[in-house]
């Protein structure tokens, strides 16, 4: 009840702010350099996905 409706600007903005850095925890052994992996990513934003109802779809180009 009451709830505003924020559009995706603001929703996305919302997600940052609740996200902040993902670091770059994983490392490359071989070429010795720092990086963040994709499940790191993920396993950050699902929470502030989830509280602020945003998914994310992906589109094939080509």
Do not use: C, W
């Not at 603001?10 to 925890?25: L, N, P, W």
């Amino acid at each position: 009840m009451g709830e505003t409706k924020k559009n995706i600007f603001q929703t996305i903005a919302a997600v940052m702010e609740d996200v902040g850095v993902v670091g770059k925890d994983s490392l490359n052994k071989q070429q010795n350099f720092k990086y963040r992996g994709i499940d790191a990513v993920i396993n950050a934003l699902n929470p502030a996905f989830i509280k602020h109802h945003l998914f994310v779809v992906p589109e094939v180009m080509d």
